[in-house]
């Protein structure tokens, strides 16, 4: 299953190296979860900020991070690390979800 990724810009048009930074990093995401249905890269200014949200679907669930520094590419670094630590939050607690419920069965 290959998730969606949408990138948008707001007040300018983003290079295509963005895009590929963008797209490869998120593509890191695939292997944390199989419970990804889409994700929406939103890069704008703010003053003098670089600003990137990341807006993430899960099948039960809605992650949204937002980052902003004085560099487009170190924003969606620290946008990465904390989506990364998000999904993994959500991943564990599927998991331990999960074995509740075998355990559940077996009883």
């Known amino acids: 299953v290959s998730m969606n990724i949408a990138i948008t810009t707001r007040g300018y048009k983003a290079p295509d ?3 590929t930074y963008i797209n490869d990093k ?3 995401l695939e292997k ?3 419970r990804i249905i889409d994700l929406e890269a939103v890069l704008s200014y703010e003053k003098l900020d670089q600003v990137v949200e990341f807006k993430l679907r899960l099948n039960n669930k809605r992650i949204i991070i937002k980052e902003k520094s004085d560099d487009v590419f ?3 670094d620290l946008a990465m690390d904390s989506l990364e630590r998000q999904v993994t939050r959500v991943k564990d607690k599927f998991k331990e ?3 509740r419920k075998i ?3 077996v009883e």
């Open 32 to 34: 944390f979860s199989d």
């Open 74 to 76: 170190k924003s969606i």
């Open 97 to 99: 979800h999960d074995k």
């Open 17 to 19: 190296r963005l895009k």
């Open 26 to 28: 998120l593509k890191r």
């Open 103 to 105: 355990v559940d069965m």
